[in-house]
Structures are given as structure tokens and as C-alpha cells.
């Protein structure tokens, strides 16, 4: 079972002015929620850990992951309200944030809420702007180090500078990150910010040096930038009539995460033997299914029978 931890949220996105007013269209979201859930319609056993409000939208959260069937029981119920995020989209689908969410139930998960972890979660994956609020950034990491040695660690770090606009804190923590993940996807656009004017290969033997296996850079349509144990190569991407790029990154992650599990390489054995042609098709199928995730609105995940056999 993989087991995502981090936030979970309602995305809303603006209807049409009507009058003295206007209204939303709310979709359940958050990246290591979208991932999980895009784990659990992939055919993975799949798990989200997360601070989850006790009030109406919280509970929708709940109801949403159980019909999605997505392991409910590392939830940790909060008194805290649930975090909103406002998305705006720009002409070619590309997503702006504004986050509402200080002292959220996502943000609020502290070191005695980690779960003890039974041999069943093989894997982790940790993301976005749950790892630099507190008291749940420290939280995670301290979760991540206490169980890195006998499992899996995925890392996407996914920055949301809306939610904490210090690169410092950022650089902080997704250098604290590196030193314990196996496999790490990151945006290029990620990369800019963190390291300004740094070249994306040095990020890449950096991270390599410390022992990450496995480092997908996504650049959009640009494709990705692979680096298997050191090993590099590029993969294209596909051209599809996007709608908007919301849950497209997770969309992704989750794929990466199918696909090495369907090779039965989704282990820290496993990165040090899958092959590099096993890899290309791992990420030809994570591309796969983050275009479809673009011809779609809101983070919608596809299911395992809308894309091709490994």
C-alpha cells in the first residue's frame, strides 16, 4: 500500500458573475490527496495521511476518499476548519492559487498524531505546502525519517508560494527531503525557484549524490528530464487540447508510482533494478496519464482502463 501525506482541500473555481454576486464550482483537491486518489483509480492500495476537519467540508473529504477507495484510516480529525484554495485560470489552462487555510486541519497535524505504520504501507509520498506550515511540516519529516529505511520515499516538492512566500523555508526543507527519498519528481519551473540560474543537471547530481534513485523533472509540454540512478534521458511529452494543467503534476506522480508498481519496482530494491527501458516506459505511462488529466477540469485523475498496458 502506498500511503500520501500531506493536505487535502476544495479547489474552487469561479462561475460567472449573476447579479450582486457570483458563485463556485467546488472540486475536492489537494496533490498527496489527488495522488492517493490517482493511486486508488490506477488499482494501488492507497492511504492519505492527513490533519481532516470535523466540519461539513471535512466529513465531504472523508465521503470522497471512501468512494474512491482510499484507505480512511490514518485520517486525523481536527476541530480546525478545512483549507480552501482559489483557482484562476490563465489562457492556456495554467492555474493560480490563493490559499485560505491558516490553522486549517491539514496544517495542524503534530508529531503525536503520526501513525505507527504496519508492514503493509511499503511506501511513502510526501508533497507540496503541507511540508512548510507548522506544526504538520515538521510533523512529516519526522514521519518520513522514521520509517525511510525499510520503505519507499516519494517526494514532489510542488511549491505553493502563496502559502509560504520564504524560497529559504522551501530550500530548507526540500534539501531535507533529498536526503532521505528514493524518487523525486519535480517541476522545472520548481527548480527555477528554488536554485535561480542553477543548471537543472546540477540539481540532478546533487540529489544523485545523496542517494536518490530516481529523479523525473517534468517541463510541461517540453517533456521530462529522467535521471535513473545517475543514468540520464529525455521523454516527450503529448500534445492534447488542454482545458487546465489542475492535478496534472499529481496526475503524474501517481502514474510514476503505478507504473513501478506494476513492474513490482516500487521499492527501494526495486529503483536499484529496474532497468532503463523499464523506466522510460514508467514515465511514458505517467505522461500518459497527466494528459488526460488535462483534457479534463479540476484535478481529474484517470482510471487504470483509460490508459495502455506497461
Request: aromatic residues 6%.
Amino acid at each position: 500500500m502506498f500511503l500520501s501525506c500531506g493536505e487535502a482541500l476544495y479547489d474552487l473555481f469561479p462561475s460567472p458573475e449573476t447579479g450582486n454576486g457570483f458563485s463556485f464550482d467546488a472540486r475536492i483537491g489537494g496533490s498527496p490527496f489527488n495522488v492517493a486518489v490517482g493511486l486508488s483509480r490506477l488499482g494501488r492500495g492507497a492511504a492519505l495521511f492527513t490533519g481532516i476537519s470535523s466540519d461539513p467540508l471535512g466529513r465531504r473529504l472523508e465521503q470522497a476518499l471512501e468512494h474512491e477507495g482510499v484507505e480512511t484510516a490514518y485520517l486525523v480529525r481536527k476541530q480546525n476548519p478545512t483549507t480552501l484554495a482559489l483557482v484562476t485560470l490563465g489562457s492556456a489552462g495554467i492555474p493560480h492559487y490563493s490559499f485560505y487555510g491558516h490553522e486549517a486541519a491539514d496544517s495542524s497535524v503534530s508529531e503525536i498524531d503520526l501513525p505507527d505504520l504496519p508492514r503493509s504501507v511499503a511506501a511513502l509520498h510526501f508533497g507540496s505546502y503541507s511540508l512548510v506550515v507548522e506544526p504538520t511540516g515538521s510533523s512529516l519529516l519526522r514521519l518520513a525519517r522514521r520509517h525511510h529505511d525499510g520503505r519507499l520515499v516519494s517526494f514532489d516538492p510542488n511549491l505553493r508560494l502563496n502559502v509560504e512566500p520564504d524560497l529559504g523555508r522551501w530550500r530548507e526543507r526540500v534539501e531535507a527531503f533529498t536526503e532521505i527519498a528514493d524518487l523525486i519528481k519535480v517541476s522545472d519551473e520548481d527548480l527555477e525557484l528554488l536554485f535561480p540560474g542553477d543548471e537543472i543537471e546540477s540539481s540532478i547530481c546533487r540529489w544523485n549524490s545523496r542517494g536518490v534513485r530516481l529523479i523525473v523533472v517534468t517541463r510541461g509540454d517540453g517533456g521530462t528530464l529522467v535521471s535513473l540512478r545517475g543514468e540520464v534521458f529525455e521523454a516527450t511529452g503529448r500534445q492534447v487540447d488542454v482545458i487546465d494543467t489542475v492535478g496534472a503534476g499529481d496526475s503524474f506522480q501517481a502514474g510514476l508510482l503505478c507504473g513501478l508498481d506494476e513492474l513490482g519496482k516500487a521499492t527501494k530494491s526495486g529503483l536499484s533494478r529496474v532497468s532503463l527501458n523499464e523506466c522510460r516506459q514508467v514515465v511514458d505511462f505517467a505522461t500518459a496519464a497527466a494528459a488526460i488529466t488535462c483534457t479534463r477540469r479540476g484535478a481529474d485523475l484517470p482510471r487504470r482502463s483509460d490508459l495502455p498496458d506497461l
